[in-house]
Structures are given as structure tokens and as C-alpha cells.
């Protein structure tokens, strides 16, 4: 286990005692009021989003396969936008208040402009960064490219509002059920997913299921920020490959296309990230007659990444692409462009996630549990 969890045991002999006292769980908080506004609306939400990527593709007039996939990716992009502009108003405000916040996102977007446009305005990088939004026509003068970030910055920020706000709308409603249906006796669990989720070893009876979180000092957990943004940049990129380096997707889909859908599907990364590091936080394990406890997080986290399948098909794309004579430079640039929009986009979703929901999320799980043992 991580160095604050040993640090939790050493100072406090049970854990979830200590965390009855500093848990108010009769208290609701304005996350507790957003979840129930999250778990009501989300089912009628997707259904409009559906509805709305339909109308865009007919809109469009492109039935093809990118097409469609375009069609879907921006139709679900708008729809979270929107989701996310509301959250921002209901969620609760952030260990870096609004004040520090609100600043770094009108000057740094208004900084990296006045970089590209220095740089040199004709590069394909910012035709891009104007073309995502196709209403200047390649125009890339300084204000095309200052309305461009910012519009872009503003999409990633609110995006990752609305998709972090689900994600702990969902697992603070429902996520102590899952924890407590592993200390049924085996007859009595009605299925096996959460054992196939967590990697539990069949050698494994499960006796209970015991909480050992990270203790908070209230301060942003920087440590938390930069790891969430590295797995989340790195599991970005690796998605991605099955697009960029298809030698298939590399031979019909333009550049400017290829990359605009590549960054629209990275805007979903986080649901593969986030759960496990929550579980990894709240400190769950599995207690039972081995001599060491099993911690969740690592079988969710082995579940969710498959690292050596996906790293080992990544490596035969890229070969195969080689081999089959296609523009090595183009797949270069095109990795180039993607990463940076890959590491703004990992940074911005780590920042809300840490900022804005983890402590919340992490004492909503608790408290859920708690409540749940006491019944």
C-alpha cells in the first residue's frame, strides 16, 4: 500500500473509526444533492444525446464510417458540454477557488495562441486548432487562433465537468453495493461480476472488505493531480493508436479529421482512470485467512488496462504500417499534434477531477459504507 496509508495506521489503530468522526453521515452536501441530480437525469440525457448525434449525421450528409463516427463523437461532446457548464454552477467549489482558477484559464489559453501564432500561423498544427471549429476557413490569424483556444479550453473544461460529475454520481450512489456484495457468503452473490472486475483469486476466501483511505490535510493533492494525468495521458495515446496508426484509417482519413476525432474519443478517457484511483484512495481490501490482504484497486486497475495486449498491438500497428510503405512523417506529425492536445486534455480533466470532486467522492463512498454497515 501506498506511504499514506501506512502513515493512517500508524496513527490511527481503525481506521473507520477515525473516519466516523470526521464523516458527518447524516450531513448532505451539495455533492450529495448533484449525485441525485446526476443518477435522475443521466438515462433521459443519453437518450437526447442520441437523438442529437442522429440529427447531426443527417445534418452532415456523411453516411460513411467516418461520417458517422464524427458525427457521434461531436454529438456526445456537445451534449456533455452542456452537462458540464451546469455542473460547474452545482458542484462544490474547489480546494483552488475560483478565483486563482478563473485567471489561469483566460491568460494561459491567450499565451499558448501568441506562441502558435509566433511560431508561424500556416502550420498544420493551427489549421487545425481553427479548423475544429471550421467557422474561419483556415484563417490563421491571431484572432481566429485566440477565439480557437479559447473555445477549445472552455470544450475540454466543461466536458470534463460533465463526464467527472457522472462518474462520481454513479460510484458514490452505488459503488458501496458492489463493495459489500464481495462479503456475501458465495451462495448468496448473485452473480460473479465483481470478483471478474477486481481480479479476485479463486484461492481467495473473501472474509470482509475493510476501508484504510488516504488521509486528507486539505490541501490540493498534487501528488493525486500528477498521476491521474499521466495514466490518463498514457491510456489517451495508447486508444488512440488503434486510429492513428491503422494503416486501414491512415490511408481515407485525412489529417485535420483524423486528429479532430482522435481528440473528441480522448475527452472519454477518464472512466478508465478515475474508478480505480478512487478505489486505490478509499484504501479497499479484501481480508481473508492469507497472510496478506488483497487491495482492489490493482485487480480493477489489471482489468481495465490489459497493458501488455494493448502495448503489444500498438507495436504491431506501427510495424505494419512501415512495412506497408505509408508516410512515416505524417504519422509522426499526426502523433505530434495528438499529443499535445492529449496532454492539455489530461491536464485539465486531473485538475477538476482533484480539485473540484476527489475529496467529496472519496468521504461520499465512505459514508455510503458506513451507512450501508449500519443497517
Known sequence: MSGTSDRIRQKVPNPVNYLRNVINLDEETRHDRLDKLITKIFPPFLAVCTAFTLVLIVYLNNFSFVGILFGTCLGFVLGFTALGAACVLLSDKGVITRKYVVPAVVIIPALAALILYAAESNIGFNEFIVKYFDIFDKNTDLASLLISVYSLTLMIFFVAYGVVSVIVGFFRSYFY???????????????????????????????????????????????????????????????????????????????????????????????????????????????????????????????????????????????????????????????????????????????????????????????????????
Open 177 to 375: 453495493r458492489v463493495l459489500r456484495s464481495l462479503e456475501y457468503p458465495p451462495e448468496r452473490r448473485k452473480n460473479r461480476i465483481p470478483e471478474w472486475l477486481f481480479q479476485i483469486p479463486d484461492i481467495i476466501d473473501v472474509g470482509s472488505v475493510e476501508l484504510e483511505p488516504d488521509i486528507d490535510d486539505g490541501r490540493f493533492n498534487a501528488e493525486l493531480f500528477i498521476s491521474t494525468a499521466i495514466s490518463l495521458f498514457i491510456l489517451g495515446l495508447v486508444i488512440c493508436s488503434y486510429i492513428f496508426i491503422n494503416p486501414l484509417f491512415l490511408q481515407i482519413i485525412p489529417f485535420e479529421e483524423m486528429l479532430i476525432i482522435g481528440t473528441l474519443l480522448s475527452l472519454f478517457v477518464s472512466p478508465l482512470v478515475i474508478p480505480w484511483s478512487i478505489v486505490k484512495s478509499i484504501g479497499a481490501k479484501v481480508t481473508s485467512d492469507a497472510p496478506r490482504d488483497f487491495y482492489l484497486w490493482k485487480g480493477m486497475r489489471g482489468r481495465l488496462y490489459q497493458g501488455f495486449f494493448t502495448v503489444t498491438f500498438f507495436m504491431m500497428l506501427l510495424t505494419l504500417s512501415v512495412y506497408m510503405g505509408m508516410d512515416f512523417s505524417r504519422i509522426a506529425v499526426t502523433y505530434l499534434g495528438y499529443v499535445a492536445f492529449m496532454g492539455v486534455i489530461s491536464i485539465v480533466t486531473s485538475f477538476v477531477y482533484v480539485n473540484t470532486y476527489y475529496k467529496g467522492f472519496k468521504n461520499g463512498i465512505i459514508k455510503s459504507y458506513l451507512r450501508s454497515k449500519e443497517q
